[in-house]
């Protein structure tokens, strides 16, 4: 999709459950935006072209306290934030 969209800039948004202390969330959550950051620009995408953002636990899809809720929460999610 951004070889197809040379002008794209996506933001990465890292997530994880909300278990656990806050600042190993906060640390982890920018650890999963960094690795698929690292992936795409080893694809070919500059690296200006992919911002992140770590949330932590801050915004979790359910606050279920079920292990399913739990795989949920931990996420990367892409914004477009120009096209």
């Known amino acids: 999709m951004m070889k197809e969209n040379p002008k794209m800039v996506i933001q990465l948004e ?4 909300f278990l656990g202390d806050a600042n190993k969330n906060l640390k982890l959550s920018q650890q999963r935006v960094d690795a698929v950051k ?3 620009i080893a694809k070919g995408i500059g690296k200006g ?4 953002k770590a949330f932590g636990g801050a915004n979790p899809i359910s606050r ?5 809720a ?14």
Request: glycine letters at 4%; hydrophobic letters at 20%; proline letters at 3%.
């Open 64 to 68: 279920e306290d079920t292990p399913e």
């Open 49 to 52: 072209r992919v911002k992140t």
């Open 14 to 17: 890292g997530h994880t459950d």
């Open 38 to 40: 690292n992936y795409l």
């Open 70 to 83: 739990h795989r949920k929460n931990r996420r990367v999610e892409l914004r477009v934030l120009q096209n």
